[in-house]
Nanobody, 122 residues
């Protein structure tokens, strides 16, 4: 069983920064790729960023490239999403997820956190 807990969301002005964290609790030696997704009101959940278990490979949605950075600390079982130059359209609930393969599709991820709200004011 894998449990994911996000933290770090909040309210920030446009142009500001936030860092989200996702702590992974697991009772298995299996390794997982980790992804970040977001869902705005009235919209479908969309891919934001992902990182392989080793941290050697990353993926980003075009809308966040150059502004967001995904990283991880395996010693702490924690994945991070550093978000800079935030825009009002980044407002959403952000979810972290764990899956077997590094990918950009929701169906590739088996475990999900409860989400953390990010609100960017203009």
């Amino acid at each position: 069983q894998v449990q994911l807990v996000e933290s770090g969301g909040g309210l920030v002005q446009a142009g500001g920064s936030l860092r989200l964290s996702c702590t992974v609790s697991r009772r298995t030696s299996r390794t997982y790729a980790m992804g970040w997704f977001r869902q705005a009101p009235g919209k479908e959940r969309e891919f934001v960023a992902a990182i392989s278990w080793s941290g050697g490979s990353t993926r980003y949605a075009d809308s966040v490239k150059g502004r967001f950075t995904v990283s991880k600390d395996n010693a702490k079982n924690t994945v991070y999403l550093q978000m800079n130059s935030l825009k009002p359209e980044d407002t959403a609930v952000y979810y972290c997820a764990a899956g077997n393969v590094l990918g950009t599709y929701r169906r590739g991820y088996d475990y999900w956190g409860q989400g953390t709200q990010v609100t960017v004011s203009s």
